[in-house]
């Protein structure tokens, strides 16, 4: 099953962080969060755009969204593929991985080199810059 999770970094970060995931399972969440910024619950539906798009899926495939709202709201589902394809969503159409993770890469750079010049300890690697292939995997099942 794959797990993907709508939100702020904050929020995919802690997902990933508890939940053991490796970077695959949220690079999803992490595009939508980079194309679009935090859009609230909708993330969810760019989310699946984005698996539906890049990866696509097999008959029988699961997918686990969880969607966190402010205060204490948290909403999930598991969405269960009724047939094997891979559609292209206007959402994404242009969308380029390699380059995202570039500027996820330059902007951890800066992060660093910002915190360093404030006095305060570097963070290891931002989550969602991984030093792993940019290309786009398949989707997980488990």
Not at 108 to 133: A, T, Y
């Amino acid at each position: 099953m794959g797990v993907y999770a709508a939100g702020g970094r904050g929020v995919i970060d802690a997902i990933q962080n508890e939940l053991g995931l490796t970077d695959n399972y949220v690079e999803p969440s992490r595009a939508a969060l980079y194309r679009y910024g935090n859009v609230s619950s909708s993330s969810v539906w760019y989310v699946l755009a984005f698996i539906e798009h890049f990866r696509g899926l097999q008959k029988g495939d699961q997918v686990m969204q969880l969607a966190f709202g402010s205060g204490f709201k948290c909403n999930s589902c598991v969405w269960v593929a009724n047939k094997t394809f891979q559609q292209d969503h206007y959402a994404w159409e242009g969308f380029n991985i390699a380059s995202m993770y570039e500027d996820l890469s330059t902007l951890e750079i800066k992060l660093n080199k910002l915190l360093q010049s404030k006095g305060e300890k570097p963070l290891d690697r931002v989550p969602g810059s991984p030093r792993v292939s940019t290309t786009p995997s398949t989707v997980a099942a488990h």
